[in-house]
């Protein structure tokens, strides 16, 4: 038997030619020393069938294509008489990968690196593999500071050529920043620059914010930060000459060093508009409010640009642009600044794509969209759709995104892409008292029902003091104009022997239907009707307007309540909001012939104003009136309530305004409520240090408080309104919104009742 031989490597180092064979035609084909490879795959990447007639340059593209798979170490192609006989020695495989000594990652996350780098547990195994595994930790250790870290990786063979690859971590101790130190500071202290950066030399919460670990792309976006700083007030020169990162032998300090060089401050000497206006340019000129002799800023010329390239994309121009171009004079330390304007061509709206929407119903979200399709691109309702979208509550993001459609020179795509947030809400409502200690109240709702944008929600109370059961379901497109249909049916008991509050109890009963009407893009209107019957329960300690009131009218009381309300939303986003306004007017009447006669009417405003990119003021201000009419006298139980989270934090719940003596002799008072309420707020909002920008989940704040209420025929008095400040801490939990508070009496009177620490888990009902 004659075979002829060709080794994969030699053909790889020498021409086809340098071991000519016979050529042959193929008979039959056999594999031969495969293990875990079955033969169907070698022939399947085999590019010689039989019937083909192999030669050298036949038998050279075969080797370089079974060797170029990764199966294999080595490849040798053998003829033995007709037969073709490829001899195959395979690559072990990886059987299985065990870390040890990590951290910092866990092991699903180190895996998971290892598998996005293509290694991973039966794939084949090479030598330059374990070189491999090292580099990915290192680089993955390293955007922790972890600078010290010793990667050990052994492979240990295994029977049916396989081998289980050992990594061995040391990560070594953390290398933390130093100093930081900017040179070439002078308009501005390093202290104050130093303020500008994420990264510092650690503080007392270093350990949760790691603002004290170096990164490259952390430095990168601090150096911007400081340019930005510098370029907006007026330093058009500013320039980085160098920054410089060292770190000490052992690996564990690390010191950087920043070379600035400021310039000059400039002032703006003349600004004009260029370019092809195609909207008049009275019309663009309106958009530019920078005055000669302002302070170069390059936000402020920015926030014009993008005024003017919004004003532009109203009319259609997708993709104009506004190139500000400063002329600098050195000698005069003045800008000329030009504003070319580059409209473009004018694009309608080919189709609106959404995406993300895995729950959602797409045409949930279509309704929100007030851009239409085939229709000329509009920037103003391209945005209003998106911050309709955001507004529904059942997204935690929302993007808008601009595509051009290929081979068109005047179509663009809008996609839409969502991601969901869950829409089910199961809530707790947690207070104190003195004596009851915890009131516990829950809900369980749906805003999003079955992705129709519906919303059903159940609410129970289980306290000592309150007891409810309510059924709500509300269809906010109950027409296709977006007119809501609402219902509602509660039970609801309230005892309160065991608050600070006069003593009553009572027991109600009720159903209604709602409507609300929109009559523009951001006002409603809203209207009720109901029916209620409330049976009221008075105690030998029940105050003495309690007992005159049940004398006067009654224990029990079916009442006709008619509701109408208005409201503005002007926010951003209804989860998150950082800019716009949110007022309401709503009202209740007594209608005859109801047994009971009264009217309450109030007026609530919020106003969100950013104060930085992540920062934003709220003011908000709550007023409310109540009177009975027709010789009637408004119910107890229908008063208002300040004190605690919602009014005035500090201040124990609903213990704020008309107090009187209780009836245990002992000398103490009690809260009654009122019939006129003012309460407001103004709070300084800001993100969770540590958290990722993108993170709407929680919030930080710090705030003032203050409010109060006063009895029918009470003088209102503003010397009577009780203050606090403190901080505070929002979540939006898994299972509700949580907020705590630590609140600081500003003006506590003798009587008062406060309460530092409060805290709630969902919305107290």
Sequence with gaps: MTKTIISAALAALFSPFAFAITPFVVKDIRVEGAQRVEAGTVFNYLPIRIGDTVDDQRVSQALKALYATGFFKDVRIESDKDVLVIVVDERPAIAKITISGNKEFSTEVLLKGLKDAGISESKNFDRSVLDQVEQEFKQLYLTKSYYALSVRTTASPLERNRVAINIDIQEG???????????????????????????????????WTKDDRYSKQKLQGDIEEIRSWYLNHGYADFNVDSSQVSITPDKRDVYITIAISEGVPYQVSTVKLAGDFLVPETELSKFVDIKPGETFSREHINGVSKKLSDRLGNDGYAFATVNPIPELD?????????????PGRRAYVNRINIAGNNRTDGEIIRREIRQMESSWYDRERVDRSKTRIDR??????????????????????????????STGNLSLGVGFSQTEKVVLSGSISQNNLFGSGNSLTFQGSTGKVNQSLSLSYTNPYYTKDGVSRGFDLYQRKV???????????????GT?????????EDDSVNFGLSIDNTTVNIFDD?????????????????????????????????????KGSYQRVYSEVAIPPAELRYVRLGYAIQNFMPVTTSTTLMLAADLGWASGYSGKSLPFYKNYYAGGIG????????????????ASGTGDTEAIGGSRQLTGSVEYLFPMPGMKEKDRSTRLSTFLDGGQVWGTGDKIRFSDLRFSYGFAFSWTSPVGP?????????????????????FQLGQIF
Excluded: C
């Design 738 to 758: 949580l907020k705590f508070s630590i609140g600081f009496p500003l003006n506590k009177k003798e009587g008062d009742d406060t309460q530092k620490f409060q």
């Design 495 to 509: 005892d309160t022997g065991e608050l600070s509050v006069g003593r009553y109890a009572t027991s109600s009963f």
């Design 647 to 662: 009014t005035v934090r500090g201040y124990r719940e609903s213990s704020l305004g008309p107090r009187v003596l209780n």
């Design 330 to 342: 050195k000698a005069t330390r003045t800008a000329a600044l030009t504003f070319f304007i580059d």
């Design 173 to 207: 101790e953390v290398a933390t920043i130093k100093q930081v130190h900017i040179i070439g500071a002078s308009a501005y202290s390093e202290s104050k620059l130093l303020g500008l950066m994420s990264l510092s030399e650690g503080g007392w919460f270093s350990w």
């Design 392 to 421: 529904t509550g059942f997204f935690d993001e929302v993007t808008v995104d601009t595509q051009p459609v290929a081979g068109t020179v005047d179509q663009v795509d809008l996609d839409v892409k969502v991601k969901e947030r």
């Design 512 to 520: 209604g239907v709602r409507f609300g009407v929109p009559i523009s």
């Design 542 to 578: 029940s105050p003495v307007k309690y007992r005159a009131f049940v004398d006067q009218n009654g224990d029990s009381a079916t009442t006709l309540l008619g509701s109408a309300g208005w409201a503005r939303d002007h926010r951003d986003s209804f989860v998150y909001p950082t």
